[in-house]
């Protein structure tokens, strides 16, 4: 165990729709990653947040976002679902003084 | 950005031999070297990492070895178990805290027993 959860574990919508994936980072952990894991792409870099802002930007699309509350729990939105977003979204996180990375268990989406 | 090769994309092995997986990077200013293993339906897990100062680096079976020189680093297991049985992801980085990983493509090992 990680330390790092999500929710849902699990996620099955329709084209169109908006969902929101929850992530509490470990406890005292102040950087969150979300990633993306489809077959074709492996596993991709989607934003980062540090402390409740942003700090880095991966291939994320536009109709995707996120944030950092001040419990530093995040949440990641993807909107105008696409079938081609079916993928698993893992959330890690990580100390500020080095980049040992700790992930969570994943969300898989199936958008149908 | 990091450009990432791994080698090889599958490996098979008999319980109790050894197996090495190689990871290639471009960014010379990359001193921070993970492995990380997936199980089936789990997140990635951190099971070894090495920085630049060092060339080596072991825990119990398995091991880490650099050559920044030459930028490849590798993952060496010995004496393999099917628990062993996964897909193995390095993603070299700048050890700064606050920095996003690039992954290699994965190398999935099944240890036979």
């Known amino acids: 165990d990680s330390g790092v959860t999500q929710t849902p574990k699990h996620l099955i919508t329709a084209t169109g729709q908006r969902v929101t994936l929850r992530c509490s980072p470990r406890s005292g952990d102040l950087s969150v990653y979300w990633y993306q894991q489809s077959l074709d792409q492996g596993l991709q870099f989607l934003i980062q947040y540090y402390n409740g802002e942003e700090r880095a930007k991966g291939n994320i699309l536009e109709r995707f976002s996120a944030q950092q509350f001040p419990d530093l729990h995040s949440e990641l939105n993807l909107s105008s679902l696409e079938l081609g977003d079916s993928a698993l979204y893992f959330c890690?996180?990580?100390?500020?003084?080095?980049?040992?990375?700790?992930f969570g268990p994943g969300t898989r989406l199936t958008v149908l | 950005g990091e450009n990432v090769e791994q080698h090889p994309s599958t490996l098979s092995v008999q319980e109790g031999d050894s197996a090495v997986i190689k990871c290639t990077y471009s960014?010379?200013?990359?001193?921070?070297f993970p492995w990380y293993k997936q199980e089936l339906g789990k997140g990635p897990q951190l099971i070894i990492d090495?920085?630049?100062?060092?060339g080596e680096k072991k825990d119990q079976r398995i091991a880490v070895t650099l050559n920044k020189t030459a930028k490849h680093f590798s993952l060496h297991i010995t004496e393999t178990q099917p628990e062993d049985s996964a897909v193995y992801f390095c993603a070299p980085s700048m050890d700064t805290g606050r920095r996003a990983l690039t992954f290699g493509s994965g190398t999935r090992l099944q240890v036979q027993p």
């Open positions: 090495i920085r630049s100062n060092v």
């Open positions: 960014d010379s200013a990359s001193n921070y």
């Open positions: 890690a996180s990580s100390v500020p003084t080095n980049n040992e990375q700790f």
